[in-house]
């Protein structure tokens, strides 16, 4: 989607910037636009409304509340646009939250407050890559349930249905134009370079008036590493676009697998880096030393990355383990969902204990089907990508009870899951 006809940027906690988009046939002069604030939906009685030009700024919101995830509030804007004899010819409702977002050195602030994000990763599909309402409803609730205040859509732009209940509930998203391990022949391409930025204007304007949405992200674990003139100015181009069709209310970062060489990091807002320690090559037995020297990786990491720029906050966007759904076993085994759990509760408490990062996006939610022709067994058993912590239709595996209990207890609330 290219074309939004109202979008609403909040400047602060009680007043917003309004940008009319008009068609080219709604270009003609001698059309005017009047607007109002939260009331019912309807487009009656436009004449007591307020006029307005093709912007406004700094419009204060009458009786304004703060969107935040505690206290997920949210205003509409109605504005109606009349021909010259004052007969409404189109007029459009538009929802939007007041929040802002923002960094302050190591810390991402929403609403000037920091905090600690907290959630996973989660593909939009089951066996089905559509699914219904009630699935998006279902999926909201039980990441609500294990204490999640932060989900990351990978790795393309979300539907807009799910984006609606993340508002709604107040859930915290990181959006992601589409992608996943751009190489440096693909920045070299004219057409992938046009193709990628026709995206990333069509995500950031589709999503403009999602509150939830606080991250906009790109080329999912790209060649980051290289520093070519083309890699570089792909990067920073990509940044821009979303910066500048998103009215700078959004934090910009990628998913780098690349901590310690990456070098393009100057172009984005957070840094943000995806290990899978203690699991790669799953060929391999599990080694305990290992685990448990995952904290002290993650501590070397954050280190490099204050290094690179102290007032750059840093997130874990993608480190987990694969748990076979039903597969009980030693906590020592790979592919047990003893082992599974294990990893993710130490992932996750060197986080929570870590002041230095700003928080983790495990991977992953759900189990999800792959493709059987560019992965095997050993990689991938059963046709799936077994890392999410419930299975694919949505049972809960050990590991879900072990980060609910984790997340939950931060907040002194009683552990719940679904069966």
Known sequence: MEFCPVKVYPRSLSTVDVLLELSEPAAPAGLSYRYRWDEAPSCAGTEAWEQMEHE????????????????????????AMLSPTHLVLDCVVVRFGLRTVTTKGQEVHVNGRAMKLLGFNRHDLTDSPVLAYEQLVADVQILLSLGANFVRGAH?????????????????????????????EDFHNPTFVMQSLRMAKEMAVASVNHPSVIFFGFFNEGESFDDSEATR????????????????????????????KDRQLEAVDVHAFHLYLAWYPTTQPADPQEVEGIPDVWEHVQQWSTHVDAQKPMLI??????????????V???????????????????????????GISLWQFADIPIDRAVSNEQHRPRGLNNKGVLGMYRHTKLAAAVVA???????GEELRLPT
């Open 317 to 330: 966007t993608e480190a987990g383990a694969g748990g076979l759904f039903g597969f009980r076993g030693p």
């Open 56 to 79: 406004l700024k700094d419009l204060p919101v009458p009786g304004g509340q703060a969107w935040s995830p505690e206290s997920p509030s949210l205003h509409r804007l109605t504005v």
């Open 233 to 260: 100015t792909i990067y920073h181009a990509m940044a821009s676009q979303l910066r500048r069709h998103s009215g700078h209310t959004r934090l910009i970062g990628y998913g780098s697998n690349h901590p310690g």
């Open 332 to 358: 020592e085994q790979k592919w047990t969902e003893e082992y599974q759990a294990l990893l993710l509760k130490t992932h996750l408490e060197a986080v929570i204990n870590n002041p230095g990062i700003a």
């Open 405 to 411: 209990q984790l997340l939950r207890g931060l907040h």
């Open 156 to 184: 393309y732009a979300q539907d807009a249905r799910f984006l609606d209940l993340c508002d709604v509930h107040g859930l915290l998203v990181w959006e992601e134009v589409l992608g996943w391990q751009n190489t440096v």
